[in-house]
């Protein structure tokens, strides 16, 4: 059982947006970073987004991040089939004295 | 261009032990730690522990520290992972990431660890 909660799956058309939530406690989220990754399958994962809201060189804007108490947010907007993925949080969990990871989920492009 | 490249892939006995290898080009190494981070088949990411290549201060997760080892070699530029007394459920694929200030920027290609009677 993953210490970040995530929905397993979420699911739009193209074009429209999709929102990912990550839930966790004041040991990780609620006063770390969180950082969001983006796993296509068999490969590596890549990070999409880190310290809450701030995207590597090369991400799109059509990616933020966003924080509220001790839930964080991925948002897709323009959502298009390439974007078809599994999708992971990851926060520093002060108490565990560990990095932690959402157990991930998938999205699908209707 | 950043890279790290890994080891290839393992097949290991029950009881044995594994080391794998993340070799780093493209920056300098000792300005980033690394992380290793794993995957078992058709399940999420788990995280593993971290090593300062700069002092060698190590972080491991509490469910595999009585096994693991984190090494670096500068000379190199190459991190290790060694996993001993492997059991079935270390069978996964073994990521190396670049990271600094506890963001994980790049990735390894993966190794995968099978470890079989």
């Known amino acids: 059982q993953s210490v970040l909660t995530q929905p397993p799956s979420v699911s739009a058309a193209p074009g429209q947006k999709v929102t990912i939530s990550c839930s966790g406690s004041?040991?990780?989220?609620?006063?770390?970073?969180v950082s969001w990754y983006q796993q296509f399958s068999g490969t590596a994962p890549k990070l999409l987004i880190y310290?809450?809201?701030k995207r590597p060189s090369g991400i799109p804007d059509r990616f933020s991040g966003s924080k509220s108490g001790t839930s964080a947010t991925l948002g897709i907007t323009g959502l298009q089939t390439g974007d078809e993925a599994d999708y992971y949080c990851?926060?520093?969990?002060?108490?565990?004295?560990?990095?932690?990871f959402g157990s991930g989920t998938k999205v699908t492009v209707l | 261009q950043v890279q790290l490249v890994q080891s290839g892939a393992e097949v290991k006995k029950p009881g044995a032990s594994v080391k794998v290898s993340c070799t780093a080009s493209?920056?300098?190494?000792?300005?980033?730690?690394i992380t290793w981070v794993r995957q078992a088949p058709g399940q999420g990411l788990e995280w593993m522990g971290w090593?300062?290549?700069?002092?060698?201060?190590?972080i491991y997760a509490h469910k595999v520290q009585d096994r693991i080892t984190m090494t670096t070699d500068t000379s190199t530029s190459t991190g290790y992972m060694e996993l001993r007394s492997l059991r079935s459920d270390d069978t996964a694929m073994y990521y190396c990431?670049?990271?600094?200030?506890?963001?994980?920027?790049?990735w390894g290609q993966g190794t995968l660890v099978t470890v079989t009677s």
């Open positions: 990431l670049r990271t600094y200030n506890r963001n994980s920027d790049y």
């Open positions: 493209g920056y300098i190494f000792t300005n980033y730690g």
């Open positions: 090593i300062s290549t700069y002092t060698g201060n190590k």
């Open positions: 004041s040991s990780n989220i609620g006063n770390e970073y």
């Open positions: 310290d809450y809201n």
């Open positions: 990851g926060a520093w969990d002060s108490s565990l004295n560990g990095y932690v």
